[in-house]
């Protein structure tokens, strides 16, 4: 079974900072998609970003950008530029790929808690 | 489109009462789950369904039953509620028609406690 490990409990970060959080995961697959999530106090779960595991080179989206290492099963999330409205639950998510009966199934880590500090 | 709705917000119970949780999507998803969240512990699994009338257990099924008779609805229902299963139930959905990526779309989530 696959395993998603959120070292960080919680994390704080200074206004206009950058920040990184760490995710390790667990897999004997060679395929798989890896994704962190934001949840606000709102609780709604929004997708940041996305990695697809064969691809090396790392995805970025505007402030935010992944540490991919693939050898060393391990994920990390960079926020750059830090905004209040970056403060919320980050979680890290492993789905296999490609689909099978078992779908479109996430394993999500425990869940970071970042602190943005004006 | 509305996307992932659920119903309740909030809810109370008392142990050995039973409920649904309601969920519905108007997106023609093939793909519908429940996950529980609680602290520290992320998300985890309850039940998928990955079409009308076919479903299967995830990580954490026991207490739960699901069924699936529309694409567009997928009902979670705890049959004699208990204090371990406090917590903020999401429902999600996708299309799971094999293609390279398949964002799921989440509900907002529904906080239930069992006193």
């Known amino acids: 079974a696959q395993t998603v490990t959120q070292s960080q409990p919680e994390m704080s970060v200074q206004e206009a900072e950058t920040v990184t959080l760490s995710c390790t995961y667990d897999t004997s697959e060679s395929d798989y998609y890896l994704f962190w999530y934001k949840q606000p106090p709102s609780r709604q779960m929004i997708l940041v970003i996305r990695q697809e595991a064969y691809k090396q080179q790392n995805a970025t989206e505007n402030r935010f950008s992944v540490n991919f290492q693939k050898a060393a099963k391990s994920f990390s999330l960079k926020i750059s530029d830090s905004q209040l409205g970056d403060a919320a639950m980050y979680f890290c998510?492993?789905?296999?790929?490609?689909?099978?009966?078992?779908?479109?199934?996430?394993?999500f880590g425990g869940g970071t808690r970042l602190m943005v500090k004006p | 489109n509305a996307g992932v709705t659920q119903t309740p917000k909030f809810q109370v119970l008392k142990t050995g009462q039973s409920m649904t949780l309601q969920c519905a999507q108007d997106?023609?998803?093939?793909?519908m789950s429940w996950y529980r969240q609680d602290p520290g512990m992320g998300l985890r699994l309850i039940h998928y369904?990955?079409?009308?009338?076919?479903?299967d257990q995830g990580e954490v099924p026991n207490g739960y039953n699901v069924s699936r008779s529309t694409t567009e609805d997928f009902p979670l229902r705890l049959l004699s509620a208990a204090p371990s299963q406090t917590s903020v139930y999401f429902c999600a959905s996708s299309y799971n028609q094999g293609a390279e990526f398949d964002e799921q779309f989440f509900g907002p989530g529904t906080r239930l406690t069992v006193l």
């Open positions: 998510a492993y789905r296999r790929a490609p689909l099978d009966n078992a779908g479109n199934m996430l394993t």
């Open positions: 369904s990955v079409g009308a009338g076919i479903t």
């Open positions: 997106m023609n998803h093939e793909y």
